[in-house]
């Protein structure tokens, strides 16, 4: 299920400069995303939680799977889990 072979949209570099998100975390999430969901316009977003002191955030990686290479076409990060979170037997980490 990882993904390590993908490029970046220009939009998605632009908001991970602009929403001060660093590239190793946008890998992590690719590479072993703790959840998968449909997304918009056919594309997926791979998502998972981290912690920065001592708050929960969720990142959320739009892809569009269907380019070669993959494309990440955005990346934000948001405390409001609940939204976004599909719960599969349990509540989000």
Known sequence: MGIVNYRM???AELSLAERQIPRYV???VMDAPQQQ???K????ARQSVFEVEGRAFLV???VDLRRS???VLTV??????????VAEGGEAP
């Open 76 to 85: 934000y990060r948001t405390t409001n889990i609940d939204k976004y979170w």
């Open 69 to 71: 290479p993959v494309e």
């Open 26 to 28: 946008v890998d992590a």
């Open 60 to 62: 959320r990686v739009i």
């Open 37 to 39: 969901v449909d997304a």
């Open 9 to 11: 949209s220009a939009h």
């Open 41 to 44: 316009n056919g594309c997926v």
